[in-house]
């Protein structure tokens, strides 16, 4: 399943190592997870979320404001593999685990295989696994841009929130492998939004230059939530991009708010492989 991030040949697990016929090897860490991030990926700038944006996810997702996407994702991913027997499938920028977890509990004939470019968050994935005991997940340290698997090794790779590869997708999918990518739809959180901005503006379709795939449906799949907690609202917007956009005053008139309704909007698009890649 692996292969070496430095000579790009089959790795082989030899008690708590990951080895390559080149003499390159991994150590699986304490927690469970591999680190396979090349030297160019070690790029403290490229280090992907840090522990306290990790931990903001984490708390904010562990109050179940997302748990519908993952319920909604899950049952896309399940009808789009009927036809597949112990499907692999990549969870790519996974974050914290929240959803690679729900989605292995919903898929136990499935293997997947989450993989991030922060550590911190590759090591919160492994205490989700322990603790929902789920054993139909891995988790390894690697970049969207050199995934450490063999070519055609998966049936399917989902990315929520995360950033995209044409390449590397095409290259790691089986022939007619799916895609599923999650996105936030134009009025996901707008609500916040209005909040933060004199003019808030709908979110713009992302466009990832997916030109290995064609793009067979999207989803739009959106209900209301009420916040009722500071804590979670300040999680909330330490994970949005505004985070970064915001005046200090807008930020300010945020602390004093402890109840929001919002619209969690979610674009779920789905391509296929083309074939010849
Ligand atoms: C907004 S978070 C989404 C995480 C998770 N999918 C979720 O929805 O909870 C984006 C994630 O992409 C990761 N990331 C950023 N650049 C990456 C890259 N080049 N390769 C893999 N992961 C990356 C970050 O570390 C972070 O965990
Ligand atoms: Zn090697």
Same mark, same amino acid.
């Given at each position: 399943m692996y292969v070496c991030p430095i000579c790009k040949k089959r790795l082989k697990k030899l008690d708590n190592v990951w080895h390559c016929q080149n003499g390159h090897s991994f150590d699986i860490a304490r927690k469970g997870y591999v680190n396979l991030l090349t030297t160019a990926g070690r790029n403290p700038k490229n280090a992907g979320d840090n522990k306290e944006m990790v931990k903001a996810r984490t708390d904010f997702l562990d109050k179940g404001y997302y748990l519908p996407l993952a319920g909604k994702t899950g049952e896309i991913i399940s009808e789009l593999l009927? =036809? $597949? %027997?112990d499907p692999h499938i990549i969870d790519s920028g $996974?974050?914290?685990g929240f959803y690679t977890v729900n989605y292995a509990k919903a898929l136990p004939d499935a293997q997947f295989f989450g993989i991030d470019i922060s550590k911190n968050a590759v090591a919160h994935c492994m205490t989700r696994v322990h603790t929902a005991n789920v054993t139909n997940c891995s988790f390894a340290v690697a970049s969207s841009f050199e995934l450490p698997f063999m070519d055609g090794f998966a049936d399917l790779i989902v990315c929520t929130f995360a950033p995209v590869s044409n390449d590397e997708y095409a290259r790691t999918l089986k022939s007619g492998g799916k895609l599923v990518v999650v996105s936030p739809s134009p009025r996901h959180l707008f609500e916040l939004k209005a909040l933060l901005y004199e003019k808030p503006y709908e979110n713009k379709p992302n466009v990832y230059? *997916?030109? %290995?795939f064609t793009e067979d449906r999207e989803i739009i799949f959106e209900y209301p939530i009420t916040i009722e907690s500071r804590e979670d609202i300040l999680n909330l917007y330490s994970m949005t991009p505004y985070c970064y956009k915001t005046s200090a005053e807008a930020a300010k008139r *945020?602390? =004093?708010?402890?109840r929001l309704e919002l619209t969690c909007g979610f674009s779920i698009r789905i391509f296929t492989k083309k074939r010849g890649f």
């Open positions: 009927t =036809s $597949c %027997k $996974c974050g914290e230059g *997916l030109n %290995k *945020l602390e =004093s708010i402890d």
